[in-house]
T-cell receptor, first 116, second 110 residues
Framework: EAGVAQSPRYKIIEKRQSVAFWCNPI?????LYWYQQILGQGPKLLIQ????????DSQLPKDRFSAERLKGVDSTLKIQPAKLEDSAVYLC??????????????FGPGTRLTVL | RKEVEQDPGPFNVPEGATVAFNCTYS??????FFWYRQDCRKEPKLLMS???SGNEDGRFTAQLNRASQYISLLIRDSKLSDSATYLC???????????FGTGTQLKVEL
């Protein structure tokens, strides 16, 4: 079974530039998550989609971050404009279902973003 | 108080040792609990879920203490390959939202 795919794997940009990350979840997984993991910290949920609807975006800095999952499969996360503190690994995860019953989240390899 | 807290370590232990980590959580309504393993510069991978009755998988044992609001992970007979960061994930609410701790770094040495 193919895992969660992400691209690019690495990105270096200057502050105030824009950047976009792409995620393809495991086939058949309805729920997709974007996490930000800053060095030395655990992953922090930015946004959660179920199919193409947003379930939780309470920790997404909406003034500069946006995400979409238009067809309920692939997703993109965009940062515009980037700040130095956005340097982190951006992890995409997917799970088969979401809801009251816990469902295993599978993570992609992540995109390592460096903002100079 | 943070929602989920872990001692970041590092825990340096000799091969063959037994080591235990704890993870405390603040929300008494938390429903499900997990241990993830994260190797350096890799993604987190689910190690095991933590059930109320406790569960064991080979050398790994996970337990939940709801009264004191913490989960634990015990690793017996540590191997060099166990060196990694161990993240606890706590599920709260109905939307499968996981909150992670900072992770505990384990280094197993010869």
């Amino acid at each position: 079974e193919a895992g969660v795919a992400q691209s690019p794997r690495y990105k270096i940009i200057e502050k105030r530039q824009s950047v976009a990350f792409w995620c393809n979840p495991i086939s058949g997984h309805a729920t997709l998550y974007w996490y930000q993991q800053i060095l030395g910290q655990g992953p922090k949920l930015l946004i959660q989609f179920q199919n193409n609807g947003v379930v939780d975006d309470s920790q997404l800095p909406k003034d500069r971050f946006s995400a979409e999952r238009l067809k309920g499969v692939d997703s993109t996360l965009k940062i515009q404009p980037a700040k130095l503190e956005d340097s982190a690994v951006y992890l995409c995860a997917s799970s088969y279902l979401a809801g009251a019953t816990a469902d295993t989240q599978y993570f992609g390899p992540g995109t390592r973003l460096t903002v100079l | 108080r943070k929602e989920v807290e872990q001692d970041p370590g590092p825990f340096n232990v000799p091969e063959g040792a037994t080591v235990a980590f704890n993870c405390t959580y603040s929300n008494s309504a938390s429903q499900s609990f997990f241990w993830y393993r994260q190797d350096c510069r890799k993604e987190p991978k689910l190690l095991m879920s933590v059930y109320s009755s406790g569960n064991e998988d080979g050398r790994f044992t996970a337990q939940l203490n709801r009264a004191s609001q913490y989960i634990s992970l015990l690793i017996r007979d540590s191997k060099l390959s166990d060196s990694a960061t161990y993240l606890c994930g706590i599920l709260t609410g109905g939307g499968n939202k996981l909150t992670f701790g900072t992770g505990t770094q384990l280094k197993v040495e010869l």
